[in-house]
């Protein structure tokens, strides 16, 4: 099963942007039948989708964030990278990076994990 | 936005007993609804996806049922390991726009 691990900063300043990188083993990053997604979990609070990516480079993303995200991937380095901008201390969170394996229709669900990567936004 | 609900908030169960928790969607996202588990300081793990089917590895005791709007993990017989938070996950939507439920934390009673 692939294994996946976050990595970036682990502290942003407000209003910079915040940039991680999810690193991929164990299977390609290009397989057909995978989207690729980042979720963050503020300290304490539930879980919230950011978004997903395809090995193509199509993306997704929740709407809320979309003016301020940016997803993409590298198949050469079997990794995918989030970047999110204009940080403020609400983007304070556990991110996570998961696979999304997908069903006939395209709709998919998150597994396996990343280990999660704290980031905290503070001067 | 599907909107995601789930009662109770926090369950408290004795080891060996039955636990059963609930999860409601604000529209219809068909059998397209996962559960996961997480414990403190570690990434969810799936459970269930298509709400019903147990992903590899997951023990027997773990089931899921519903569809529609209206959904069920019931743990048969609860396990020291099992108590944790546990979350559904509705990915009906295309494009995607996937929305969790807010966790009902299993604790020892």
């Known amino acids: 099963q692939v294994q996946l691990q976050e990595s970036g900063p682990g502290l942003v300043k407000p209003s910079e942007t915040l940039s991680l990188t999810c690193t991929v083993s164990g299977g390609s990053i290009s397989r057909s039948s995978y989207y690729w997604g980042w979720i963050r979990q503020p300290p304490g609070k539930g879980l919230e989708w950011v978004g997903s990516?395809?090995?193509?480079?199509?993306?997704h993303y929740n709407p809320s964030l979309k003016s301020r995200v940016t997803i993409s991937v590298d198949t050469s380095k079997n990794q995918f990278s989030l970047k999110l901008s204009s940080v403020t201390a609400a983007d304070t969170a556990v991110y996570y990076c998961?696979?999304?394996?997908?069903?006939?229709?395209?709709?998919?669900?998150?597994?396996?994990w990343g280990q999660g990567t704290l980031v905290t936004v503070s001067s | 936005e599907i909107v995601m609900t789930q009662s109770p908030a926090t369950l408290s169960v004795s080891p060996g007993e039955r636990a059963t928790l609930s999860c409601r969607a604000s529209?219809?996202?068909?059998?397209?609804l996962a559960w996961y588990q997480q414990k403190p300081g570690q990434a969810p793990r799936l459970l269930i996806y298509g709400a019903s089917t147990r992903a590899t590895g997951i023990p027997a005791r773990f089931s899921g049922s519903g569809s529609g709007t209206e959904f069920t993990l019931t743990i048969s017989s609860l396990q020291s390991e099992d108590f944790a938070v546990y979350y559904c996950q509705q990915y009906n939507n295309w494009p995607p726009l996937f929305t969790f439920g807010p966790g009902t934390k299993v604790d020892i009673k």
């Open positions: 990516i395809y090995y193509s480079g199509s993306t």
């Open positions: 529209q219809s996202v068909s059998s397209n």
């Open positions: 998961a696979a999304a394996p997908t069903d006939d229709y395209g709709r998919c669900w998150f597994d396996p």
